[in-house]
């Protein structure tokens, strides 16, 4: 079974930033999704098994960065930039199978495990 833990949400102010990390129990294709209040749940970025590959939101390039350190079996996410509009809960997930893949996933139903979520919350 897939275990994966969020960490480093918090509290920002607008034009501050934050890296999230995600530590997983193995190695996967990876992705960072967000869920804010009474919305659905939004791709953020996506990494593939490899770590060469790497995906984005086309809102949101430039200001994140998604990386891996595969040793370690954790995945970052560093936004910067950040607007009150990026509250949201963040989750990552994994998907099983994609040994030696470049592939990467952007679709919420590509993934079969998730974290609890962090919560960032970005004030005015």
């Known amino acids: 079974q897939v275990q994966l833990g969020e960490s480093g949400g918090g509290l920002v102010q607008a034009g501050g930033s934050l890296r999230l990390s995600c530590a997983a129990s193995?190695?996967?294709?990876m992705g960072w999704f967000r869920q804010a209040p009474g919305k659905e749940r939004e791709f953020v970025a996506a990494i593939s098994w490899t770590g060469g590959s790497t995906s984005y939101a086309e809102s949101l390039k430039g200001r994140l960065t998604i990386s891996s350190d595969n040793a370690k079996k954790m995945v970052y996410l560093q936004m910067n930039s950040l607007k009150p509009e990026d509250t949201a809960v963040y989750y990552c997930?994994?998907?099983?199978?994609?040994?030696?893949?470049?592939?990467?996933?952007?679709?919420?139903?590509?993934?079969?495990?998730w974290g609890q979520g962090t919560q960032v919350t970005v004030s005015s």
């Open positions: 997930a994994a998907r099983r199978g994609t040994w030696l893949s470049t592939t990467v996933y952007n679709a919420p139903q590509d993934y079969d495990s």
């Open positions: 193995g190695r996967y294709a």
